[in-house]
Each structure stands twice: as C-alpha cells, then as structure tokens.
C-alpha cells in the first residue's frame, strides 16, 4: 500500500470501489439456472470432490447475493 501512496487498506478499498463500480448481482433464478449449467460441465469431472448443484447454488448465493 505505501508504494501507492496509501496509508490503510480502507484507502484501497475505496480505490477499488471507484473503480469498479457496482457489484455484480444474480437473481436466485439465475443462480439457480447457472447450478444447473455447471453441475452438467464436462470439466467438473476434473475436480477431486465433485459438487452437488446444491454446493454451487451455496457458493453462488454467498458471492452474489
């Protein structure tokens, strides 16, 4: 932070929220629609504990609600 000039973590929040700008939102439709669409991804093969659409319906809620 002090290679930017800034003396507390509160001074770059505030950087980043200039910019940029308002979060991201998903409706629970959404969500719910995007679960659906991953749990059904080749790739998620590739991981060693595979989710349920339920824990990506979690994870989903918790980043974009």
Do not use: H, Q
């Amino acid at each position: 932070l002090s290679c930017m000039g800034m003396k507390s973590v509160d001074e770059f929040d505030a950087l980043m929220r200039a910019l940029l700008g308002d979060r991201e939102t998903l409706s629970m439709e959404e969500i719910e629609r995007y679960a659906e669409k991953a749990s059904r991804a080749a790739n998620i093969a590739n991981c060693l504990i595979r989710p349920e659409k339920s824990d990506l319906v979690d994870v989903l809620k918790a980043c974009m609600l």
